[in-house]
């Protein structure tokens, strides 16, 4: 071989995987903004007792129906509570029921998914079927269900969220590991002598990676907007607590005569739902090598 | 001998009933030596590699001995300890058979940590040298780079640099070139051959291409329907072919000197395996179909140190299978 295959060269210190993502994110600017603004968000769920200029549930039916001013800067809602504040206190609640809720659902469905797609057989049946049963009844319904049988409360709410996602990823992960588990790659790594658990895991997963990130961040979409609509049955949170969904569900009834009620609550969930989308798309860009370098 | 195969058979259940995409197969490979198997698609010959590495989905029975023991009586555990180190396969599809979200280093790296006791310092040096080795330029650069950056015989090379990332004493080389042009055919086929030597390493070659088998192997078994029909040394095969089905195969071959308005051809198709014919599996196809050629499978027999599966070269009736 030629003498520039030496072995005495110095060998070139790749970018490390972690930067390289990092740099085509950075490239994407939608991506980049979505990131702002989740960032920004978490900054406010952390720091929300020194950033709220009022108490949140500190009600003064004087001041009710006040427009955006200067003292309150989203007005005041039916029972005279600074919209601001309240938004501010939410946002913590939606954020972690988001985050939460798919975590929990992403995991345990990507785990079952891997099995069953991966082993097939009856282990498959058993488990997709079970996950049909969960699809068959409309989400809603099944995690009002779930909150029947674990009782009222946030943290109940996110449990029985990320419960209903779950079939969700399982048919996500087991339809791409079927397709993927017969390619000569998969068959390439059994042949030099990888176990199942190391196929699944370092084969097989991260060509899954790319639909499942985007379908993860739609899902805290879907998620912010669940714990919404069980806020607006009373199931979810438990008044006078400020979280989002529950504040449009309460607002709705002024939609003509005090817009401001609705659309800064509103506005909160669509921002964040936006945010988490773009940075979803961003995000699977980045993770793939192919469209990484272009 | 390092590796003798002994009434392979491997069967697969369907709807239909059970297939036998390997009837009976017998052969053996020994150290440094290169044994082409040939023939049409679905004559058993990948399930036939895939069965000695132990990855088939279907019911397979006979006895794999490597280095006298059974590879089939062992554990999955033990199985996945042979694979990659003593016993490497490369693959027919260079492009889909490299992994695309990791990069070349990383799969390189992954099989040589599997297998040898060796620091990732250490791996990283040994995958550059097989780079060097499969004769890619800059591989200190290249092996940073993913599949997706490289061409159809620069990933051949990196599977087989894989492979053989181990010392393996076996490979099986399943169509290793068919994906690949002409000019990186010869290359690869080139390095196989260096390596063999090199490294004293058995070569199953798996292949449908006669041109490949005649410069490279040291013997060759034709496979039809999942059975061999003729065994020989490579230069008894072209020089001399016994059975009607190798004639027809070599005749296939289109010559450049040859002045041929139609190119030879092999008339009918090969039959389904769930829907045999009676008798020999050829029985349909063959110019010399006798009678008893539609009833009765013929033997494998020996004649001077090589194997046929004809009547033609039967003395007596009785030698059936």
């Given at each position: 071989m030629s003498e520039q295959n030496g072995q005495e060269q110095v060998l070139e210190?790749?970018?490390s995987q972690l930067k390289e993502i990092w740099y085509s994110l950075c490239r994407n600017k939608g991506a980049l903004i979505a990131l702002g603004i989740i960032v920004f968000l978490i900054f406010v769920a952390i720091f929300r007792d020194f950033l709220m200029p009022y108490d949140p549930n500190y009600s003064d039916m004087g001041k009710a129906?006040?427009?955006?001013?200067?003292?309150?800067w989203f007005g005041t809602d039916q029972l005279g509570r600074d919209i601001f504040s309240r938004i501010i206190y939410g946002t913590r609640i939606s954020l972690s029921v988001g985050l939460i809720a798919v975590t929990f659902a992403l995991t345990v469905g990507t785990v079952l998914g891997s099995i069953a797609g991966y082993f097939g057989g009856k282990v498959d049946t058993v488990i997709m079927r079970c996950m049909d049963m969960m699809l068959a009844v409309p989400s809603i319904l099944l995690a009002i269900t779930f909150m029947a049988a674990l009782g009222k409360g946030i943290d109940k709410a996110i449990i029985a969220i990320g419960l209903v996602s779950i079939p969700e990823y399982a048919r996500i992960v087991r339809g791409s590991i079927l397709s993927i588990k017969e390619s000569d790659y998969v068959q390439a790594a059994k042949v030099i002598g990888n176990n199942d658990m190391t196929i699944i895991f370092k084969h097989i997963l991260p060509n899954v990676l790319s639909s499942l990130i985007v379908r993860a961040t739609l899902g805290i979409s879907t998620a912010v907007l669940d714990t919404a609509a069980l806020g607006f049955l009373g199931l979810g949170v438990q008044p006078p607590i400020a979280e989002w969904g529950d504040m449009l569900g309460r607002a709705r009834g002024f939609i003509f005569s005090a817009p401001y009620t609705l659309i800064f609550p509103g506005m909160a969930i669509s921002l964040t739902v936006l945010a988490f989308n773009m940075l979803g798309d961003g995000l699977r860009d980045a993770l793939d090598p192919k469209s990484r370098n272009k | 001998m390092m590796l003798e195969v002994k009434n392979l058979t491997t069967e697969f259940k369907q709807k239909k009933g059970t297939v036998r995409a390997v009837n009976n197969v017998s052969f053996s490979v020994a150290p440094g030596e290169i044994l082409a198997i040939v023939g049409e698609s679905g004559s058993g010959k990948s399930v036939t590699s895939l069965s000695i590495m132990g990855l088939t989905p279907g019911k397979v029975s006979g006895e794999i001995l490597f280095h006298g023991e059974d590879l089939r009586k062992k554990s999955v555990k033990e199985m996945q300890d042979i694979r990659g180190d003593k016993i490497s396969m490369i693959f027919q599809e260079p492009m889909t058979s490299l992994n695309p979200v990791h990069r070349i280093k990383d799969q390189l790296c992954e099989t040589i940590i599997r297998h040898m006791d060796l620091s990732k310092e250490d791996a990283l040096k040994r995958a550059i040298e097989m780079l060097t080795l499969v004769g890619i330029p800059s591989p200190e650069k290249r092996i940073?780079?993913?599949?997706?950056?490289?061409s159809g015989g620069m990933r051949q090379r990196v599977m087989i640099a894989m492979a053989l990332s181990c010392h393996p004493e076996l490979l099986i080389a399943d169509e290793p070139t068919t994906a690949l042009d002409v000019t990186i055919q010869a290359q690869i086929m080139e390095l196989i051959y260096q390596l063999r030597e090199k490294l004293n390493m058995g070569v199953i070659l798996i292949t449908h291409d006669l041109g490949v088998v005649a410069e490279s192997a040291d013997r060759v078994i034709v496979m039809y329907c999942g059975r061999v029909l003729e065994e020989a040394s490579v230069v008894d095969l072209f020089a001399n072919p016994k059975h009607p089905y190798t004639k027809g195969l070599l005749a296939s071959?289109?010559?450049?000197?040859d002045q041929q308005e139609r190119l030879y051809m092999i008339r009918g198709m090969v039959p389904n395996l769930a829907d045999m014919p009676a008798g020999c599996s050829f029985s349909d196809r063959c110019d010399f179909c006798m009678d008893k050629c539609r009833q009765k499978m013929p033997k494998l027999k020996e004649v001077d140190g090589r194997a046929v599966r004809c009547f033609l070269y039967h003395d007596e009736e009785e030698e059936t299978e």
């Open positions: 210190k790749p970018e129906f006040q427009r955006p001013n200067s003292e309150h | 940073n780079d993913y599949p997706h950056q490289m071959i289109p010559r450049i000197d």
